[in-house]
């Protein structure tokens, strides 16, 4: 069969795969290839046991794998053959040298425009779909176009907004597509084409036409606003604690002012994900290099506060459980970064579990998701972890519980049940504010809450 356009999407991860599966399943006429040097991601990719779990991902992928969509580890190949390359591999924070701990690791894109400039004798339209440090277009454009071989490459900034977890919602129904390119003539058409994929699905009073800078900064400017609304609030939940406020109360009372909106209001024990914390660093690294110390310090502090809050937890368990979890068990409901993910990536359940185990306690993890991640996360330190699927199993002896992914099983559990199998006293943490604290009380729990007065009973 003929098709009216090939794409090729290089990097098969959260954002590539549901991607191109959606561009696939609402394009038939096109033909979408996703590559990925991990050759056991492709082998998953094309079984019946994805390499990511993301709620509805399973039906659309079955629907179209085969017809249009295909997942390949032959990268040489495919970048021959197709025009419009989307590239979505993974720009960590660096590790090492100038910006080690802010910057962005450049070293996968950089490899990668390499790779397709070796590959390359027509021309093609890139797709920066990865976040990128605002400009790194221009540097692609640079690596790309500084070639002899004579070949025009346009580079475009399509930064995607989904979220895991909803991801199939968001990619199905956009807040907003957004699509930058250089302003120039080529520019402009390359950018057409980008938007003629969209439209197919998305109304035009959605896909947002940008130049270039915009859009890079966009992205990066939308993580930062999310992650400092979630900050603010879990600020405030400290105040709280204090001054016998309830967070949950107040953010319903600000988030009806139609200027706040009630989302992303949820105090929590600290937010997570692969985006947050590396897009933030990201741009305090970019505001400090052209000498915008305030503004950078502004940013910085939305990742020093998540941080704190996470430390804070940890304390409030410590001082709580008469100031020593050494020995102690401590269940841990929930490992991954938010729920309906398996994906643990700064989760901050990685730090309470670290934290923890800092202070000697033993710590047994549950989550429905995220085990296969979290046993791999430990896999060097063994002795005081555990992992069991099973709540129940996993109270049963602990001291205490602590909440730290608002997955919905957690919120119906027979607590009278599980509270009978604890050490006593026995102590719940809820660090994403599910449960029903009062009732859990009653029951006879100690119950301490993010931003809400502790319930104990000495
Ligand atoms: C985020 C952005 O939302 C998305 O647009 C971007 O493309 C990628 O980064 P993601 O990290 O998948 O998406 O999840 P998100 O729903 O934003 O949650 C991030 C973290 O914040 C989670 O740990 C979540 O539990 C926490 N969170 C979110 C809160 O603590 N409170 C809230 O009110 C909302
Ligand atoms: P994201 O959440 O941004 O999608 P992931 O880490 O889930 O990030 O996915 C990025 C993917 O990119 C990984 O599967 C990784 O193997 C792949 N990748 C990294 N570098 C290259 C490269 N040079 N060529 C092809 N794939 C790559």
Redesign the pocket.
Known sequence: MDFEKNILC???????GPTMAMIASKCPKYKVTV????ED?IRKWNSDNLPIYEPGLDEIVKKVRGKNLFFSTE?NKHIRENRIIFV???TPTKTFGQGAGKAADLQ?WE??AR?ILANSTTPKIIVEK?TLPVRTAETMGQILNGNNKNVQFDVISNPEFLSEGTAINDLENPDRVLIGSKETPEGIRARQEIVEIYANWVSHNRIIESNIWSSELSKLTANAFLAQRISSINSMSALCEKTEADIDEVAYAIGTDSRIGPKFLKASVGFGG?CFKKDILNLVYICQSYGLTEVADYWESVVKINEWQERRFIQNIISNMFNTVAGKKIALFGFAFKANTGDIRESPAIYIARGLLEEKAHIIISDPRALPNARDYFKDIQEDVTFEMDPYRVAKGAHAIAILTEWELYRNLDFKRILKSMAQPAFIFDGRNILDHNKLFKLGFNVFAIGKSPLKHF
């Open positions: 290089i990097g098969a991860g959260y954002v590539g590559v990925d040097i991990n991601r990268l979505s591999v993974n996968y490899k990668t790779q990865s692969s």
